[in-house]
Structures are given as C-alpha cells and as structure tokens.
C-alpha cells in the first residue's frame, strides 16, 4: 500500500470576510457570558474555544491560529472576574495546535472535527488550569468526570456548530 503525502499545496484554505471574521467571535462571546446566567447547563460549553478551533481549522495557518485565539481569549478574560491572560494563553496555545494539526490531517468529516475538539478541549483546560492554578494562584479543582464530560458535549455541539459555520467560508 503507498503512503501518500498531502502537501502544503493540496490542503484546502479558507478565509472569510472581516465582518464574519469578527461578528462570529463576538456573538460566541456575548451567548458565552450571558447564556449560562439564564440557561445553567450552557456553563459546560465554550462557545469562544469552538470559534478559535473551527477559525484554525479552516485557516491552516499557525500565525493566524495564534493571533485568533489570543485575541479571542484577552476579550473572554475582559468579561470574567479573572485576571487578564489566563483565557487569552490558553486560546492561543490551542489556536496554534489547530491550526498546525489541520495542515497534517482532513478535518472536515464529522468524526475527524469530532476527536479534534475532544483534543483540543483538554488541552485547554489542561492549560487553564496550570495556568491559573501555577502562575496566577487560583484556587481550581480538577474534577476528570466533569472535564471529559464537558469535552464530549463540547464536540459533539462542535460537529454541529461547525457544520453550520462551514456556510461563511470562502476559497483562497
């Protein structure tokens, strides 16, 4: 059986448009900081790591993956209690591995969108919680029930949320 080698070349690229660029990260914020206020179960959802997965994704570039999620992440912090940074290099750290994962394998199937927002949801709590824990000294408690239950919601509300997200990209 060949191997065969998908390169820089072959991989589909996307953009989108400013207003979408921006309009898509700020409605994710707003639902995120107002949603779980009115609707309790929403707290196990992280709409902005949604947005910063599918944005590097769809981008493939690992700049642009960085700058998405720490951008995201500064405005997430601006709307906690907590200190500014913690959301913002967590979202970077994840928008970079998206963004560089998604050169590598196919992620526009359902499963394959599915596992890597698995992934990638333990890696940012992983980071939030060292993060706040080691350097800003929060007090967190790491509960494994409840991080793999909110990463399993939260990719499964990825496929979906994705899916429909997929009708804003443009073709490089």
């Known amino acids: 059986m060949p191997i065969t080698y998908t390169s820089q070349e072959q991989v589909e690229v996307y953009r989108f448009s400013i207003p979408v660029a921006i309009a898509i990260p700020l409605v994710a914020l707003f639902l995120q900081a107002f949603l779980p206020l009115r609707i309790g179960f929403f707290s196990w959802f992280d709409l902005p790591l949604l947005v910063v997965i599918f944005f590097a994704l769809a981008r493939r570039s690992p700049v642009t993956g960085l700058l998405t999620g720490a951008a995201i992440g500064i405005l997430q912090d601006a709307l906690t209690h907590h200190p500014i940074?913690?959301?913002?290099?967590a979202k970077t750290v994840v928008g970079y591995g998206a963004?560089?994962?998604?050169?590598?394998?196919?992620?526009?199937?359902?499963?394959?969108?599915?596992?890597?927002?698995?992934?990638?949801?333990?890696?940012?709590?992983?980071?939030?919680?060292?993060?706040?824990?080691?350097?800003?000294?929060?007090?967190l408690r790491w509960s494994w029930q409840h991080e793999l239950g909110s990463a399993v919601?939260?990719?499964?509300?990825?496929?979906?949320?994705?899916?429909?997200?997929?009708?804003f990209k443009q073709r490089t």
């Open 153 to 167: 919601a939260n990719a499964a509300l990825a496929v979906a949320l994705f899916a429909l997200l997929d009708w």
């Open 99 to 139: 963004s560089s994962l998604g050169v590598k394998i196919d992620v526009e199937n359902a499963a394959s969108r599915f596992l890597v927002t698995l992934f990638f949801y333990i890696v940012h709590e992983g980071a939030y919680f060292l993060i706040a824990r080691v350097l800003v000294g929060l007090t």
């Open 85 to 89: 940074g913690v959301f913002g290099i």
